[in-house]
């Protein structure tokens, strides 16, 4: 690569491309850690598509028309931390690219959602980014179908390299792009051959190009560093009715001695090799200095787009006020006024039919009155629409014939569909909620992590929630899933007894700002638990007293979904026997733990013995049967400790010993 002849052939663009690869080199210099590379190849087409293309205004950085940039190659993040210091975000100072992955800055090592404005999206786990990108992609043509062009009209880049796409989640992602013909999606493709362990061909020769070209794509190779060539690939690809992607040929740390190197993606801190390429760019400047004539042209990029804001305010002016408002409602996340109204009106309805059905059809109940008073939700499956039941009849079908449709078959991509949804709650004014069997929020799982890392509302619908799925067997039926999901921060998981409490859980979810939720639902149809109609929303409380003792209280029940009326049969006959039990639906143990003491000790006193029945492994319980004023030698567990088998659920619950009586002979051991 000749650095010299590319300085020439397009000096003043050399010279803005060199400001991100310089403030790349100083950084992961003074921070003694990062990813040098990938930034300084790819640094000419963040700069054509920042100059020429892309609709942004850092003074209004949640301007909800700006294109959307998404850095997938997460590692890369000097590349958006110095773009957005060049063109005039304010909370992107020069000081925290010096601060570069130090405690407290926002210059995180992999860029944060909430950290910093301007960055859109958590990336760093590979392809994450470029999935999220599709769901960012699908919000946009929903959000115009609804509200019109003079409100949504953007496009949605997102830069990728060799290692998101490896991922299968790429697969995933791309292929429900090309089906959907998401035209106002373009992906950059680092193509520089170089992954950690050396060339790509040592682990991949798939030929990218043809595979998006495959999955409908529109495909451009071109010359990464060749400021034309990029200008007119990004114009032909918004000109394309299919999805775009743009094969980017770089080479990773250009004008570095590690150029083309598998040395070259990651911390380049060598002085002298820093200044050689310092030299060979034709930088005579100092660490993390921008000539003033450099500094100004990129925040003239910045200024650029106040003009199209100010149209776009404009333009948004003159909507009807009933559309600005569910507009701002929807990006605020606000949920429309009667939704407590409804909930609690089919609570009521529920409490005095008493229905028997499973969970997961209670789910669907719930969500025929909700879809209809929240046009912001966007449902969806991966090819388990009839068993998750997340279909209302009133949504219709999103696909490239009806943009107005709420409801997104995924096909069988369950890690795809829950980051495209993050994507949708990132980019606003969507609440996205999907289903799958919750055996599978193992293929989900790296997106459900970081719904909960960035703390986007993010709805997960997990249905055939333990061995009561009966005869499709081990394969299907989750035991440990529940403790894993319970694992980690900032998710709250419900487990609904009824469904009074599955209304309640829809209520607590779709209210939520800051925390995903899944919903764990049964196959099997359960009583109605709740028959005296409450208006408040126990769910939310996480815990509450279902049935207290008629007499002494000697024991406490804790149970969660399909097991809790087996507490109540438990409770039946240890009462017929004179021992006072109390039940305790526990729903969603996050919400518990977040009440204050007196109300947690108000429903979990100590002194009575404490048996814990949940169709799951153990792991978690001891919170509650051995805290909060619980002891060992009081405490007991019915459920799973290991996996289950193929047979009719009853069979089922019957040979691993999550029944009543069993129930009830282990409080009588424990009280002796």
């Known amino acids: ?79 958006l931390y110095s773009l957005l210091h060049l063109t005039g975000y304010a909370d992107m100072t020069l000081q925290q690219l010096k601060d570069f992955r130090q405690w407290g800055a926002i210059t995180a090592g992999h860029p944060e959602y909430g950290h910093a404005t301007g960055v859109e999206t958590t990336t760093g786990p590979l392809g994450q980014g470029l999935a999220n990108a599709v769901g960012f992609a699908i919000a946009e043509e929903i959000l115009r179908a609804r509200f019109g062009p003079k409100a949504i009209n953007h496009h949605t880049y997102v830069m990728a ?127 993390f200095e921008i000539p003033a004539d450099v500094k100004s042209q990129w925040e003239a990029m910045g200024a650029r787009g106040a003009a199209a804001r100010a149209d776009w305010e404009a333009g948004f002016a003159k909507l009807p006020k009933s559309k600005q408002d569910d507009f701002n409602r929807a990006f605020a996340l606000d949920a429309p006024k009667k939704l407590t109204a409804t909930i609690k009106a089919l609570k009521k309805q529920l409490s005095e039919s008493a229905p028997k059905m499973a969970t997961r059809s209670s789910s669907e109940k719930a969500l025929e009155v909700i879809n209809p008073i929240m046009p912001e939700t966007v449902g969806g499956s ?173 024991a406490i029940l804790m149970a969660t979904g399909s097991e809790v009326s087996v507490a109540m049969e438990a409770r039946d006959l ?20 977040a009440q204050d003491d007196s109300y947690r000790k108000r429903v979990l006193p100590g002194g009575p013995v404490r048996v814990a029945i949940e169709a799951g492994v153990r792991l978690g319980w001891d919170k509650w049967l051995l805290g909060e004023r619980g002891r060992e030698a009081k405490a007991g567990f019915i459920g799973m400790d290991g996996f289950g088998a193929s047979a009719p659920a009853p069979e089922l619950f019957a040979q691993f010993g999550i029944t009543a009586q069993a129930t009830a002979d282990k409080v009588k051991a424990l009280l002796g």
């Open 1 to 79: 690569m000749d650095i010299d002849a590319l300085r020439k052939a397009h000096p003043d663009h050399w010279m803005k491309a060199a400001a991100i690869r310089t403030l790349t080199l100083d950084a992961v210099a003074a921070a003694n850690s990062g990813h040098s590379g990938m930034p300084m190849g790819m640094a000419d087409v963040a700069t054509v598509l920042f100059e020429n293309h892309l609709r942004f205004d850092p003074k209004a950085p949640l301007w909800p028309d700006r294109d959307r940039f998404i850095l997938s190659a997460g590692h890369g993040s000097m590349l």
């Open 161 to 287: 390299g060799d290692g998101c796409l490896m991922e299968g989640v790429s697969q995933e992602a791309i292929g429900l792009a090309g089906m959907q013909k998401l035209s106002k999606l373009v992906v950059f493709f680092d193509d520089n051959n170089i992954t950690i362990d050396g060339t790509v061909d040592l682990a991949d020769i798939t030929d990218q190009p043809a595979r998006f070209a495959a999955s409908g794509w529109h495909v451009q190779s071109i010359d990464g560093h060749d400021p034309d060539a990029i200008d007119a690939a990004i114009t032909a690809a918004k000109a394309d009715p299919r999805p775009s992607m743009i094969a980017c040929k770089t080479h990773i740390a250009l004008g570095h001695a590690a150029q083309d190197t598998s040395k070259g993606h990651g911390a380049l801190t060598d002085a002298d090799q820093l200044q050689a390429a310092k030299d060979a760019y034709g930088w005579p400047h100092g660490p």
């Open 382 to 554: 991966a090819d388990l629409t009839g068993s998750n039941n997340t279909k209302t009849a009133d949504l219709g079908v999103f696909n490239p014939d009806n943009r107005a449709g709420r409801f997104i078959h995924y096909g069988i991509r369950e890690h795809g569909m829950a980051a495209a949804m993050n994507g949708m709650v990132l980019h606003g004014g969507i609440r996205p909620y999907s289903g799958t069997f919750m055996c599978f929020t193992d293929y989900a799982r790296g997106a459900m992590r970081l719904s909960a890392l960035m703390a986007v509302p993010t709805v997960y619908v997990m249905t055939h929630d333990s061995i009561g799925l009966g005869e499709d067997g081990p394969t299907h039926q989750p035991v440990e899933h529940l403790a894993m999901l319970r694992a980690t921060p900032n998710m709250n998981v419900f487990r609904p007894a009824d469904a009074v409490e599955v209304a309640e859980a829809w209520e607590c979810a779709l209210t939520a700002k800051t925390t995903p939720s899944v919903l764990a639902l049964s196959r099997q149809g359960l009583p109605t638990v709740r028959h005296d109609h409450k208006n408040k929303n126990l769910t939310a409380q996480g815990a509450y007293v279902l049935a207290d003792a008629t007499g002494k209280r000697q």
């Open 574 to 593: 240890l009462e017929a026997e004179g021992i006072g039990v109390r039940v305790v639906s526990m729903p969603c143990w996050e919400l518990f733990a």
